[in-house]
Protein backbone atom coordinates (compact mmCIF):
# COMPACT_ATOMS: atom_id res chain seq x y z
CA UNK A 1 0.00 0.00 0.00
CA UNK A 2 1.10 3.62 -1.15
CA UNK A 3 0.14 6.57 0.74
CA UNK A 4 0.08 9.95 -1.03
CA UNK A 5 -1.20 13.41 1.53
CA UNK A 6 -1.43 16.80 -0.06
CA UNK A 7 -3.41 19.96 0.79
CA UNK A 8 -0.92 21.46 3.64
CA UNK A 9 0.10 25.03 3.43
CA UNK A 10 0.14 28.75 5.30
CA UNK A 11 -2.73 29.74 6.97
CA UNK A 12 -3.84 32.10 9.22
CA UNK A 13 -4.97 31.55 12.68
CA UNK A 14 -9.08 30.96 12.43
CA UNK A 15 -8.80 29.45 8.83
CA UNK A 16 -9.30 26.02 7.09
CA UNK A 17 -7.69 23.58 5.33
CA UNK A 18 -8.06 19.86 3.70
CA UNK A 19 -5.77 17.77 3.08
CA UNK A 20 -6.19 14.57 1.16
CA UNK A 21 -4.34 11.21 1.34
CA UNK A 22 -4.93 8.76 -1.43
CA UNK A 23 -4.07 5.20 -1.19
CA UNK A 24 -2.77 2.62 -3.70
CA UNK A 25 -2.05 -0.78 -4.34
CA UNK A 26 -3.40 -3.60 -1.75
CA UNK A 27 -5.70 -1.49 -0.72
CA UNK A 28 -8.50 -4.22 -0.40
CA UNK A 29 -5.84 -5.09 2.99
CA UNK A 30 -6.71 -1.20 4.68
CA UNK A 31 -8.97 -1.33 7.34
CA UNK A 32 -8.67 1.94 9.14
CA UNK A 33 -6.70 5.07 8.23
CA UNK A 34 -5.58 7.93 10.47
CA UNK A 35 -3.88 10.96 10.83
CA UNK A 36 -0.75 12.15 12.61
CA UNK A 37 0.68 15.44 13.37
CA UNK A 38 4.39 16.09 14.58
CA UNK A 39 5.77 19.74 15.55
CA UNK A 40 9.33 20.35 15.23
CA UNK A 41 11.15 18.63 18.65
CA UNK A 42 8.05 16.53 19.24
CA UNK A 43 7.00 13.15 19.02
CA UNK A 44 4.59 11.92 16.73
CA UNK A 45 1.12 12.40 17.70
CA UNK A 46 -2.03 10.82 16.93
CA UNK A 47 -4.85 12.92 15.36
CA UNK A 48 -8.06 11.52 14.00
CA UNK A 49 -8.83 7.89 12.42
CA UNK A 50 -11.56 6.06 10.66
CA UNK A 51 -12.71 2.84 10.16
CA UNK A 52 -12.50 1.73 6.35
CA UNK A 53 -15.98 -0.34 6.29
CA UNK A 54 -17.97 1.63 9.01
CA UNK A 55 -16.60 5.42 8.95
CA UNK A 56 -16.11 4.69 12.99
CA UNK A 57 -14.27 7.70 13.93
CA UNK A 58 -11.92 8.49 16.87
CA UNK A 59 -10.31 11.98 17.49
CA UNK A 60 -7.80 13.25 20.16
CA UNK A 61 -9.50 15.82 22.34
CA UNK A 62 -7.27 19.00 21.43
CA UNK A 63 -8.93 18.68 17.87
CA UNK A 64 -12.85 17.79 18.38
CA UNK A 65 -15.37 19.89 17.41
CA UNK A 66 -12.80 21.55 14.68
CA UNK A 67 -11.31 18.88 12.54
CA UNK A 68 -13.21 16.06 10.47
CA UNK A 69 -11.83 12.87 8.92
CA UNK A 70 -13.65 10.95 6.39
CA UNK A 71 -13.44 8.57 4.13
CA UNK A 72 -14.30 8.12 -0.08
CA UNK A 73 -14.29 4.31 -0.65
CA UNK A 74 -14.63 4.55 -4.43
CA UNK A 75 -11.28 6.77 -4.49
CA UNK A 76 -9.56 5.12 -1.57
CA UNK A 77 -9.05 8.59 -0.27
CA UNK A 78 -9.01 9.98 3.40
CA UNK A 79 -9.37 13.32 3.83
CA UNK A 80 -8.84 15.63 7.07
CA UNK A 81 -10.46 18.94 7.30
CA UNK A 82 -9.34 21.39 9.47
CA UNK A 83 -11.67 24.14 10.84
CA UNK A 84 -10.89 27.09 13.31
CA UNK A 85 -7.03 26.28 12.98
CA UNK A 86 -4.77 27.37 15.90
CA UNK A 87 -1.03 27.56 15.64
CA UNK A 88 -0.56 25.03 17.85
CA UNK A 89 -1.67 22.92 15.10
CA UNK A 90 1.42 23.69 12.87
CA UNK A 91 3.06 20.24 12.58
CA UNK A 92 3.90 17.99 9.73
CA UNK A 93 0.70 15.85 8.93
CA UNK A 94 1.55 12.42 8.33
CA UNK A 95 -1.35 9.89 7.08
CA UNK A 96 -1.59 6.15 7.69
CA UNK A 97 -2.82 2.96 7.11
CA UNK A 98 -3.47 -0.11 9.51
CA UNK A 99 -4.44 -4.03 7.89
CA UNK A 100 -5.56 -5.25 11.43
CA UNK A 101 -9.38 -4.88 12.52
CA UNK A 102 -10.21 -1.67 15.00
CA UNK A 103 -9.22 1.86 15.37
CA UNK A 104 -5.76 2.38 16.88
CA UNK A 105 -4.12 5.53 18.21
CA UNK A 106 -0.29 4.78 18.36
CA UNK A 107 1.71 5.10 15.54
CA UNK A 108 3.78 1.41 16.03
CA UNK A 109 0.04 -0.24 14.87
CA UNK A 110 -0.03 1.45 11.57
CA UNK A 111 2.37 -0.44 8.44
CA UNK A 112 1.58 2.12 5.76
CA UNK A 113 2.59 5.41 6.07
CA UNK A 114 2.77 8.62 3.54
CA UNK A 115 5.17 11.04 2.88
CA UNK A 116 3.78 14.14 5.49
CA UNK A 117 2.65 17.37 4.78
CA UNK A 118 3.31 20.98 6.19
CA UNK A 119 0.69 22.59 7.75
CA UNK A 120 1.38 26.35 9.43
CA UNK A 121 -0.57 28.23 11.12
CA UNK A 122 0.06 32.12 11.54
CA UNK A 123 -0.77 33.93 14.55
Known amino acids: VQLQACGGGLVQAGGSLRLSCAASGRTFSINSMAWFRQAPGMEREFVAT????????YYVDSVKGRFTISRDNAKNTVYLQMNNLKPEDTAVYYCAAKPTPGLATTTRLFRYWGQGTQVTVSS
Open 50 to 57: ISWSDART
